[in-house]
């Protein structure tokens, strides 16, 4: 209870309208999330769950969120990520949520159809492949490892550089590049973190075909958070079936003026061939005029569940690449 996020993001906030240079916010925001993750640790290091092992994505977004001086407990899948929180082992948990390119991370929304932990902040993170092997050159490799969104996020730059190598889907990153240090004749694509911790060397950077190639991901907690001034909420709606069912769900966010910035259906698990929804809308479930729209969703709808309000993710102009 003494890690307070909603506080946090306030510091941050003020770190960064401050700032008159010549360091950058991305630089000053970074300062000071060390400072605060080293004076929260003379308390109690943080336990935090993600998805692993060592090296990945989501290793790299714990430690942008917060700070090195955490405890990192790298698990083999999004489930152990969930369980690891409920069962109180980890105080938070990081899992990927979304990519600015290949879209939702299906599994992590499915996964709060039947967990009641919730949402308490979001990073953005821009994401950079890279092609590490122990072969000297392309004509080398033989095979090519990696997660399947990485290898769909650089099909092209394959199709034209490596049309021959087979591509194998494994469960992480940074699992591709702990499989291949011992093969010349492979490669894997994964983040720089990867290639140190592996000593695999980088044969090619940024081979995304996508250079603004983004991922967004969630941390979950056991509690929700009181407002920051600048939040974002998370909810889960399903209703009756029928001609505007889904406009009637919505309506109260335009009535109150309020801001949807995401939207999916899945499928739920009451039903054949019946759907909930996952919605973004600015603003924090305590405070108006989301306080209200909520009463008003509640008449409409047979389930209306706040996932979190939390802190926005840090703009993208203050997010550096790792």
Known sequence: EYYRPEREAQVLRAVSERNEGPISDAEMLRLFREIMSVCLAQQEPLKIAFLGPEGTFTQQAVFRHFGHSVQAIGVTGIDDVFSQVE?????????PVENSNQGIVSHTLDRFLDSDLKIC????????????????SLAGIERVYSHQQSLSQCKSWIRQHLPSAECIAVSSNAEAARRIRYSPDAAAISSK?????YGVPVLFSRIEDQPDNATRF??????LLSPSG???????LAGDEGPGALHALLTPLARHSLNMSRIESRPSSTARWAYVFFIDVEGHAETEPLKTALVEMQEQTSLTRVLGSYPKAVSKRNVSDN
């Open 87 to 95: 069962s109180t082992e980890a105080d938070f948990g990081v899992v």
């Open 121 to 136: 902040g979001e990073i953005e993170m821009p994401i950079h492949h890279n092609l590490l092997s122990k072969s000297k």
């Open 193 to 197: 973190s990867a290639a140190d911790i």
């Open 218 to 223: 969630l941390v979950i907690g056991r509690q």
């Open 230 to 236: 600048d939040d974002k909420t998370s909810l889960l």
